[in-house]
């Protein structure tokens, strides 16, 4: 961490290739926007840029990791992500015999207030069964 601030102080381009994710990189920022920095020239102002850079990249990598965690224990508690059905499961049952009896999709669609083509989407390659059970 010594190494980066004294690379930042004085100015030195070089400095620049010393960003990686690294425990304390924002006292490291802080220090490196001072007054001190700020009167250097452009070398300071790629080096400032370079801790920026850091600094962000660390923190999305956190919140990355974070989420990440908080996801697995949402799972493991059996909470479900993405959009919820629009048909219950007793629903799915019913439109696939009414399918099966020969109703269109758009008169089924009507009855559940969804497009035809969630109906559709009830007939599969695999069979009406197969979906019947989920």
Do not use: W
């Not at 990355?64 to 479900?80: F, L, P, W, Y």
């Not at 219950?88 to 089924?108: D, K, P, V, Y």
């Amino acid at each position: 961490m010594a190494q980066r601030y004294e690379a930042c102080r004085t100015g030195s381009v070089r400095g620049a290739k010393l960003a990686a994710p690294i425990p304390g990189a924002r006292p490291t920022a802080n220090q490196c926007t001072s007054d001190e920095l700020s009167r250097k020239g452009a070398a300071n102002s790629i080096m400032r840029h370079s801790v920026s850079s850091l600094v962000r990249r660390t923190e999305r990598e956190l919140i990355r990791a974070r989420t990440g965690e908080g996801r697995k224990r949402a799972q493991a508690r059996g909470v479900r992500f993405g959009r919820p059905p629009k048909l219950n499961a007793h629903q799915r049952a019913e439109a696939i015999q009414r399918l099966s009896h020969g109703e269109t999709t758009t008169a089924i669609a009507l009855t559940y207030g969804v497009d035809a083509t969630t109906i559709g989407r009830l007939r599969s390659p695999f069979g009406a069964d197969a979906i019947a059970s989920s």
